[in-house]
């Protein structure tokens, strides 16, 4: 699940410090290094055929690329949007974010072999919410009207898995990229990937305007 990062629609948590153009980009790379994660997924061993799909609120553009599947999201709020994202699956499937770029092969393979084994897997965020949710008979009716973006809405979400009988696995805690302070966080746990490189490229540029402004700040002194 993924938006088109366009200014001022995406990470706008991020803003104030980050300009929204800033933003935008933080959010493309790290779209960039989720979908690199899940386009190598398939060449990890005990892994079988995987159907890759980028469901997407906005636009295909030359942001995008790596090549894979895309389809737009459903209308209404985003439990009726993630909800319909598991409906429109034909079998197993394993849904993520693109706020979590620091998600490597390894973790969503061990994730989709722990969901050939169980009914579903849950991957709590730090802030409350969930980074990753897998259900091996997909059923929108699980996801629909678990009120989403509170504190609360891991603890829903798996509250509702359970309500239904679900043997459910869990997956280890991962923190979204929401503010500056996540953006700085992710960017030190994954610092070869483009969304380091974009944190970092915002973050020097930050710096460089704060020297400038105390340089200029600074009184001239003649001797």
């Known amino acids: 699940m993924a938006k088109e990062p366009v200014p001022g629609r995406v990470k706008t948590r991020l803003t104030p410090p980050f300009t929204s153009a800033q933003?935008?980009?933080?959010?493309?790379?790290?779209?960039?290094?989720?979908l690199t994660a899940v386009s190598r997924l398939t060449r990890l061993p005990g892994i079988g055929p995987v159907r890759a799909v980028l469901v997407l609120d906005g636009a295909v553009g030359p942001w995008l690329r790596t090549p894979i599947e895309s389809v737009p999201q459903a209308r209404g709020p985003?439990?009726?949007?993630?909800?319909a994202a598991f409906d429109a699956a034909a079998g197993p499937a394993l849904l993520i974010g693109m706020d979590t770029p620091q998600?490597?092969?390894a973790l969503l393979a061990d994730a989709c072999?722990?969901?050939?084994?169980?009914?579903?897997v849950f991957g709590p965020a730090a802030d409350g919410g969930w980074w990753a949710l897998g259900l091996r008979r997909p059923d929108g009716r699980l996801l629909r009207g678990v009120a989403t973006s509170r504190p609360d809405t891991g603890a829903r979400q798996r509250?509702?898995?359970?309500?239904?009988g679900l043997r459910?696995?869990?997956l280890p805690v991962l923190r979204d990229v929401d503010t500056a302070a996540d953006a700085d966080?992710?960017?030190?746990?994954?610092?070869h990937g483009r969304f380091a490189?974009?944190?970092?490229?915002?973050?020097?540029?930050?710096?460089?305007?704060?020297?400038?402004?105390?340089?200029?700040?600074r009184p001239l002194v003649r001797r």
């Open 23 to 34: 933003a935008a980009a933080v959010a493309e790379a790290a779209l960039a290094d989720t």
């Open 78 to 83: 985003f439990d009726a949007r993630l909800a």
């Open 103 to 105: 998600v490597t092969p």
């Open 113 to 120: 072999r722990a969901l050939a084994r169980t009914d579903a």
């Open 159 to 164: 509250e509702r898995l359970a309500q239904a």
């Open 168 to 170: 459910v696995a869990a």
């Open 185 to 191: 966080e992710v960017a030190r746990l994954v610092p």
């Open 197 to 217: 490189a974009a944190v970092r490229t915002v973050l020097t540029g930050e710096a460089r305007t704060s020297e400038a402004g105390t340089d200029a700040a």
